[in-house]
């Protein structure tokens, strides 16, 4: 078991944290502008993939999308991190955020004056990617700065909502506003939205990066966060973890699949299969306020890791829609317990300097994880049945969890009292 930061007899919560937001009215601002916006983005990457279908018919075309951007993150993401880590986070912030709201204005621009080019969405598309690689480190950063140490697995919680809000609520709303308003409202929606994060990126501190004596002014290097990372076996493993669940137990590109061969269903049922892992990891926020009183963060990610992979091996092998449904939210709940411990460890055992630097490399394996599995689990169905790859790779992923545990031990003992990279 992991052990608590608390006395015992001390009643723990059930419901998320909301100290964080209590605590600090500069994070309650940030936190709200963020959720506003990240539903906003949500809308418009519904109402932009309807909208390149709609003219070109072709589902290929709608692929393309998650390639635009895809490539500004992974190339952006390092650099953004190197960015945030030499300018002033508070900035950069509202920089990144004001391209956000632009480009939001240049899509409601074009539906006012007619323009239906598909070139123009991948480009918007791959500009708001870049702008989010941007973004993402500098307002992560920020965070540690907001509030003190033993409030980040809180804060970090409440954040998990967010971004799990934004994917189930996004996509709804947008599908609604294109059905009865159209393309046009939509993306007027998302640019009012951006106003929130604007207003929130505004209303904060300048927050410079902390730095050594004598490199003020210096370019941060993102050689140099690569070779910080290379010496810090702690904070590898937050990494190493992920890539196991994201690379070799990541379903989702078999739902399409195993909708119509296991469950007899059609794209609805897809549809539920999708938001099943996301609904989970909503509920693992609201329901999050335990999480406060794990102080062993190592073991708590080893758990939740090794929790996913199982859940996901037992959804490889049911043949019940809602068992199968059941086994997906169990998933999405564990990835939300290791996305908090291993954000958490990332802000508080990484001096400042660098914690743009360490966002960025996570913002890549966010980004390129789930595609890679994407292609495996494909790749494997393909040579042998969606059975064997989602049920192989979630005793997969238990055993090269198992296997980096043995290798690092030093990991499972981490203490958040004494953080340690």
């Not at 290097?221 to 994201?246: E, I, K, Q, W, Y």
Request: some cysteine; overall charge positive; glycine content about 12%.
């Amino acid at each position: 078991m992991t052990e608590t930061t608390e006395p015992p007899g001390r009643r723990t919560p059930i419901f998320a944290d909301l100290t964080p937001l209590r605590l600090s009215p500069d994070y309650r601002r940030l936190w709200f502008g963020n959720t506003v916006s990240w539903i906003g983005q949500g809308m418009t990457s519904l109402a932009v993939s309807l909208q390149v279908y709609d003219i070109t018919g072709s589902a290929f075309s709608v692929g393309l999308i998650g390639f635009c951007s895809l490539v500004p993150l992974v190339v952006f993401g390092l650099y953004g991190g190197a960015v945030a880590d030499t300018f002033d986070r508070r900035r950069l912030g509202l920089f990144s955020a004001a391209g956000s709201f632009l480009l939001s204005v240049v899509l409601v621009a074009a539906t006012v004056v007619g323009v239906e080019r598909v070139g123009l969405l991948y480009a918007v598309v791959a500009l708001q990617a870049v702008c989010f690689a941007l973004n993402a480190p500098a307002r992560s950063s920020m965070i540690a700065r907001l509030l003190p140490a033993e409030q980040l697995p809180a804060a970090n919680a409440l954040n998990s909502i967010t971004t799990t809000t934004g994917m189930l609520v996004g996509p709804m709303l947008g599908g609604l506003i294109v059905g009865w308003w159209g393309y046009r409202s939509a993306y007027t929606v998302d640019a009012v939205c951006f106003t929130a994060s604007l207003y929130a990126m505004w209303r904060l501190p300048s927050m410079l990066p902390d730095r050594k004596e004598g490199e003020t002014g210096k370019r941060a290097s993102v050689l140099d966060g690569l070779r910080f990372l290379g010496t810090r076996p702690n904070l590898r493993m937050t990494f190493f973890t992920d890539l196991c669940a994201m690379v070799l137990a990541h379903p989702r590109a078999l739902f399409p699949v195993v909708a119509v061969l296991w469950y007899g269903g059609d794209a609805r049922t897809t549809g539920m299969l999708v938001a099943a892992p996301a609904l989970g990891a909503l509920l693992g926020g609201v329901f999050s306020g335990w999480l406060g009183r794990i102080r062993r963060h190592g073991l708590a990610i080893l758990l939740a890791v090794g929790s996913w992979g199982v859940a996901i091996a037992v959804f490889g092998l049911t043949r019940n829609l809602w068992l199968g449904l059941l086994f997906l939210a169990l998933a999405g709940c564990a990835d939300t317990v290791s996305m908090v411990f291993r954000n958490t460890m990332l802000q508080a055992a990484v001096p400042d300097e660098m914690r743009g630097r360490l966002q960025g490399v996570f913002i890549v394996v966010v980004a390129g994880g789930p595609r890679l599995g994407d292609f495996l689990a494909g790749s494997v169905a393909d040579l042998a049945t969606p059975a064997v790859a989602v049920t192989g790779g979630g005793v997969l992923c238990v055993t090269g969890v198992a296997l980096l545990a043995l290798k690092w031990r030093a990991f499972a003992r981490y203490d958040a009292r004494d953080p340690q990279p």
